[in-house]
C-alpha cells in the first residue's frame, strides 16, 4: 500500500528528528572535549568554580553550533536515507510509483529549519556568546592575574606595558626569566629584567603587582638621552587592573562580537580596506553563508544515502564526514585569501556552497535517472591503487 504524500513527509520528517539530534549531541560532546585540558587547568589549578566554567562553556557553544547544526543536518539526512535503503524501504516506494524528487519536500523543510536554526545562532547567538564569554574571562583574570599569561609569549594586556615571561611554574605560581617594558610614563621608558617573580592580588580586586626578586631596571629619558641602571633584590611593580578592564570592555569590539547592524556600519563607515575591514566584511557573508550550508550539504546528503554502497551505514558515514571536511576546508581557504584582499570576501565565503550544490545536484539528477555512481567502487579502486603505491616505493627504497 503506497503512502499518501502527508504521511510520507511526517514519516521522513520524523525519522530525520532523531538522528539529528542524537548527531548534534555527539558532535556537541566532541568539540567540548577539545577543551577539556584548559577546563582541567582552570579547575584544578587556578581553583576557578565549576559553575563559572559551566558558564564559560555556554557562552562559547554558539561558535560550534553555528558548524555543529548544518553538519548534524547532513548527517541526519545521510543516515536517515541510509537507513531507509538498508531496509528496502525506497524500494517499497519506487515500486510504488514514488520517484526520488517526492521524497525532497521533507527534507527542503528539515533543510528550511536547519537554516533558521543556524541563521539565528550566527546572527543573535555568537555576539551575545562571545561578550559574556570576554566579560566572565576578564572576571576571571581580574582573580587570577596569572591565567592569561603565557609561556615564551608577549602580552600587552596592561595599558603602556609589555611583559614577556619565559617560564610559568603553575604550582608554585611564580614566574621565571622576566622582561618588562614600561612605557606608562611620559618620555620615560623603563625595561625590566629580573631572573624570578611572583604575582600578587590586592584586597580590593582593583589592582595588583608583581614582586620581582634579584633584577635590574634599565631607565631611559628620552628628553635628556640619558639612562640610568638600578640594581634591586625585591621590587614591586604595580599593575593596574581596573584600567585593563576598562581598556578591553571600552576599546573597539571584536568582529565576532559584532550584531549585525554593527558589522554594517562599520563596513559602510571603513575608510580603508584594511585586514580589519576585510575580516568584518568575511564575518558578514560568514553569517549567511554558513546556515545556507545546511541547503547545500542536505542536498548532497540525499544522492549519497541512495547510492548503492557495501556496508551501507560504515561507509556512507565517512562519505558525509569526508564531505563536511573538504567544505570546512574550502571555507578556510576562503577566510585566508578573503582576509588577505586576494579575491573578493564574497567568493570564498560562497563557493563552498556553490561546490557542494552543484555536486549535490549532479549526483540527486544521475541517481533519479537510475545512474548511480558506485561511489564504493571508486573508495576501493583509490584504496588499492595507494596500496600499489606504497608498495612500489618499499620495493625502491629497499632496492
Sequence with gaps: MTLTPPILDRYIFKELLPTFFVTLVFFTFVFMMTNLLEITNLI????????????????????????????????????????????????????????????????????????FLTAFM???????????????????????????????????????????????DIKSRSL???????????????????PVGRIFRSPERLSGHLRLFDGVI????????????????????????????????EGPK?????????????????????????????ELHEKFAVPFACFALGLLAVPLGLQPMAGRRSVGLVLGLSFFILYYLMLIVGWSFGESGVYPPAIGMWAPNVVVGVVGIYLLVRTAKERPIR?????????????????????????
Design 218 to 249: 634599565h631607565n631611559v629619558d628620552h628628553a635628556s638621552r640619558t639612562v640610568h641602571s638600578i640594581q634591586f633584590e625585591t621590587y614591586d611593580f604595580q599593575l593596574d587592573i581596573k584600567e585593563m578592564m576598562t581598556a578591553v570592555r
Design 176 to 194: 621565571h626569566d622576566i622582561f618588562i617594558e614600561d612605557q606608562r610614563k611620559d618620555g620615560v621608558t623603563s625595561t625590566i629584567v629580573a
Design 375 to 399: 561511489i564504493d567502487s571508486m573508495l576501493i579502486a583509490v584504496q588499492t591503487l595507494w596500496r600499489q603505491w606504497v608498495r612500489t616505493r618499499r620495493q625502491k627504497t629497499s632496492g
Design 254 to 282: 571584536d568582529k565576532e562580537e559584532m550584531s549585525l547592524a554593527e558589522l554594517k556600519h562599520f563596513i559602510d563607515s571603513a575608510t580603508k580596506k584594511d585586514g580589519r575591514y576585510y575580516s568584518a566584511l568575511i
Design 122 to 168: 550566527s546572527i543573535y547567538g555568537l555576539p551575545w556568546g562571545k561578550s559574556l564569554f570576554k566579560k566572565t574571562l576578564l572576571e576571571i583574570g581580574a582573580n587570577n592575574l596569572d591565567i592569561g599569561l603565557k609561556e615564551r609569549t608577549f602580552n600587552d594586556a596592561f595599558e603602556g606595558v609589555m611583559l614577556f615571561v619565559s617560564k610559568i
Design 44 to 115: 584544578i589549578n587556578y581553583r576557578v568554580q565549576l559553575g563559572t566554567v559551566l558558564k564559560m562553556m555556554a557562552f562559547s557553544m554558539p561558535f560550534f553550533l553555528e558548524f555543529i547544526i548544518p553538519m548534524s543536518v547532513m548527517m541526519a539526512i545521510l543516515m536517515t536515507f541510509l537507513r531507509m535503503s538498508a531496509d528496502n524501504e525506497i524500494v517499497a516506494l519506487k515500486s510504488g510509483g514514488v520517484g526520488l524528487y517526492r521524497l525532497l519536500p521533507a527534507v527542503a523543510v528539515f533543510c528550511v529549519a536547519g537554516f
